[in-house]
């Protein structure tokens, strides 16, 4: 079965420190893979995905399909950054149709 | 991107009582919207899509005579939790599906607590 892992549920770093959320998937077929976040009192929104290969808000992504992995990065982390990040996948046969990870929240202090 | 309204924001109601969340596309005409239910601390589950003009497709091990969902029109899909029971408090979220690929857009949830 399907199934999107993030093994962190908590992630506290310091102002400027690296981060890495780690996201590992597990699909015999062809996802896309994204990252979506919430922040404090707000709606869950797109934070990228890895078929636009894009760097939004100092992160990237990329996808390893050897290690089935997605993981998120941002090298110095900032404390508007604080937020749930949830790592989603849609399979290949129907785009629409989104499975999340338990989602890891990342605490960036000051 | 898509804005989506969803109403109300948090429900408390006794056993046996009936729910209606409203999931409202406000400048997108959605054909498709997604419910999806969120329990504490686990991830975001889909629980059905909402097709506009006709049924539901409900996700394995989802009761389609529990969880009501009409979308009637392009901007408007109802879940409607009937008869609910304390292990149908959880959070509902629903999402626009705006086609071509593109990336979900969600509302802020709604949640459920059952007394």
């Known amino acids: 079965a399907q199934r999107v892992t993030q093994p962190e549920k908590l992630l506290s770093v310091f102002k400027g420190a690296p981060v890495e959320l780690k996201c590992n998937y597990s699909?015999?077929?062809?996802?896309?893979l994204f990252w979506y976040v919430q922040y404090s009192r707000q709606r869950l929104q797109l934070l990228l995905r890895?078929?636009s290969r894009e760097s939004i808000k100092g992160f990237t992504a990329d996808l390893n399909k050897g290690e089935t992995s997605f993981h998120l990065k941002k090298p110095f982390a900032q404390e508007e950054d604080s937020a749930m990040y949830y790592c989603?996948?849609?399979?290949?046969?129907?785009?629409?149709?989104?499975?999340f990870g338990t989602g890891t929240r990342l605490q960036v202090f000051p | 991107g898509a804005v989506v309204s969803q109403h109300p924001s948090r429900v408390i109601c006794k056993s046996g009582t009936s729910v209606k969340i409203e999931c409202r596309s406000l400048?997108?005409?959605?054909?498709?919207m997604f419910w999806y239910r969120q329990f504490p601390k686990q991830s975001l589950m889909l629980m059905a899509t909402?097709?506009?003009?006709?049924?539901?497709?409900?996700e394995q091990g989802v009761e389609k005579d529990k969880f009501l969902i009409n979308h009637a029109s392009l901007t408007l899909s109802t879940l409607t939790v009937t008869s609910a029971h304390p292990e149908d408090s959880s959070f509902y979220i629903c999402?626009?599906?705006?086609?071509?690929?593109?990336?979900?857009?969600f509302g802020d949830g709604t949640r459920l607590s059952i007394l």
């Open positions: 999402s626009v599906g705006t086609g071509g690929n593109q990336p979900q857009h």
């Open positions: 699909y015999s077929g062809s996802p896309e």
């Open positions: 890895h078929i």
């Open positions: 989603a996948l849609t399979l290949s046969y129907n785009t629409d149709k989104l499975i």
């Open positions: 400048d997108f005409q959605a054909t498709t």
């Open positions: 909402s097709n506009e003009g006709s049924k539901a497709t409900y």
